[in-house]
């Protein structure tokens, strides 16, 4: 069966440093587009960052721009966040998603990790 799991979260202060991990199992991964989203407490659920499938293109959030780097490893299915200068407004759930548009389709969730900037 599909599984993403998200790893790498935790409590950080401002300034600080994370990375996140998501590994993948029972799907393609290698021609999925795989995407970060976050989600604040009240707040809607927000795109962070994409990768296409073969890593050759990303886009940001103009909120992270210059702070945050995705970045995927084909041959062990596991997409990152490297997320740098964090600040307290980055206080979020964050999911990682994997997502094929053209056929066959696949639209697949991880579970979370809490990621929490504050002094």
């Known amino acids: 069966q599909v599984q993403l799991v998200e790893s790498g979260g935790g409590l950080v202060q401002p300034g600080g440093s994370l990375r996140l991990s998501c590994a993948t199992s029972?799907?393609?991964?290698?021609?999925?587009?795989m995407r970060w989203y976050r989600q604040a407490p009240g707040k809607e659920r927000e795109l962070v960052a994409f990768i296409t499938s073969g890593g050759g293109t990303t886009s940001y959030a103009d909120s992270v721009k210059g702070r945050f780097t995705i970045s995927r490893d084909n041959a062990k299915n596991t997409v990152y966040l490297q997320m740098n200068s964090l600040k307290p407004e980055d206080t979020a759930v964050y999911y990682c998603?994997?997502?094929?548009?053209?056929?066959?389709?696949?639209?697949?969730w991880g579970q979370g990790t809490q990621v929490t900037v504050s002094s």
């Open positions: 029972g799907f393609t991964f290698s021609s999925y587009v």
């Open positions: 998603n994997a997502y094929r548009p053209w056929y066959p389709t696949g639209d697949y």
